[in-house]
């Protein structure tokens, strides 16, 4: 029963954290720290639920360039908070 229960807890936690933030935190994170020129804290308050303009910014930022439309997308609703 321990086994079971500790096997549901880590499969919980796993998909606790929402897949644009993975995606996010792996591949945007290093240029968009605080600190730097456009911090997250920064992108999420300006772009509050403007989705399709963070869209825009990851499609020029050189990061964001190696990203997928449905990579892009999946960050852009998370950072936009419309993400369900």
């Given at each position: 029963?321990r086994?079971?229960?500790?096997?549901?807890?880590?499969?919980?936690?796993?998909?606790?954290?929402?897949?644009?933030?993975?995606?996010?935190?792996?591949?945007?994170?290093?240029?968009?720290?605080?600190?730097?020129?456009?911090?997250?804290?920064?992108?999420?308050?300006?772009?509050?639920?403007?989705?399709?303009?963070?869209?825009?910014?990851?499609?020029?930022?050189?990061?964001?360039?190696?990203?997928?439309?449905?990579?892009?997308?999946?960050?852009?609703?998370?950072i936009?908070?419309?993400?369900?």
């Amino acid at each position: 029963m321990r086994v079971f229960t500790y096997t549901a807890f880590l499969v919980g936690f796993a998909f606790a954290v929402s897949e644009g933030q993975m995606i996010f935190e792996n591949n945007c994170l290093r240029c968009h720290q605080e600190g730097s020129k456009k911090p997250l804290s920064y992108l999420k308050k300006e772009y509050k639920g403007r989705a399709d303009a963070i869209m825009v910014l990851a499609k020029q930022c050189p990061w964001g360039r190696n990203l997928s439309d449905m990579e892009i997308e999946m960050v852009s609703r998370w950072i936009a908070g419309e993400e369900k």
